[in-house]
């Protein structure tokens, strides 16, 4: 794949991101770097090898989803500027 910093400033374009010619030609360097490097590790002989999907267990850490009141209406209004007791008040937007 032919980089060069017109394909970069396409891409960038497409981004809605804003570069330089300077930049540009920097980018289109460290893309063709990377995709350079890529390249070779797809050179690799990998057959033989057991895919490898995670580095650590495949065990749920997290808590059961559970529902529960751990805060009464009335500590959470506290911290709002303005409230009715009930509900937030704020500004309309329109």
Known sequence: MNIDKEYVSRIAALARLETSPEQAEKFAV???????????????DTSGVEPFYSPSENMSVLREDE????????????????????????????
């Open 67 to 94: 529902t529960r009141k751990t805060c009464r209406r009335s500590e959470i209004l506290a911290n709002a500027p303005h409230h009715d007791g009930e509900y937030f008040i704020v500004p309309r937007i329109i």
């Open 30 to 44: 460290q893309f063709r770097d990377i995709i350079g490097y890529m390249d070779s590790l797809n050179q690799v």
